[in-house]
């Protein structure tokens, strides 16, 4: 009998070793799960992206520019087929750069979402070299979380002012 309780012993200590070291230690968690979500936090970091942004825009900074978007990223801007990847987004503001609109002004509105996606609601400007306003309007960005940096993942935007009549 005193075999036999030895053995039940040895037995449920080994089981509770084995399974111990089977378990996932949760004390070694992220960041992530560390720290909830703050949209205060994400409201920070958006407005310090946007200032990138306007910096690279207004100093003609194309490349800068495009990397600010998700590899799948996807600009959709009024009157023109969307521009989908780095590339096409890249070459598609060399362009917008090359006529003269090279000073851009963003007004975040809102911000809602979560720790993956977050939607900014704004306006904008974009203003001639010699501080003519070009154009100004609104806009929707859907931010996405990409390598630990908020990137923009889905850009479109729209004018306030009337389209030019062919007169």
Not at 65 to 84: C, Y
Request: net charge negative.
């Amino acid at each position: 009998m005193k075999y036999f309780s030895l053995s039940i012993a040895s037995l449920f200590f080994f089981f509770t070793f084995i399974s111990g070291c089977n378990n996932p230690d949760n004390s070694k968690s992220t960041d992530k799960q560390n720290k909830p979500f703050d949209i205060e936090t994400a409201k920070k970091e958006i407005d310090e992206a946007n200032r990138e942004f306007i910096n690279l825009f207004n100093s003609s900074d194309s490349i800068g520019l495009a990397n600010m978007f998700t590899v799948d990223g996807k600009s959709m801007e009024p009157n023109e087929p969307a521009f989908v990847g780095r590339s096409q987004i890249q070459t598609h503001y060399s362009n917008v750069m090359k006529t003269g609109a090279n000073k851009l002004g963003l007004i975040t509105i809102g911000l809602w979402g979560d720790e993956d996606m977050l939607v900014e609601e704004g306006e904008y400007t974009f203003m001639g070299e010699d501080g003519e306003q070009l154009d100004k309007g609104k806009y929707i960005v859907l931010w996405k979380m990409e390598d630990g940096k908020w990137k923009l993942f889905r850009d479109c935007y729209n004018s306030d002012l009337p389209i030019p009549s062919g007169n």
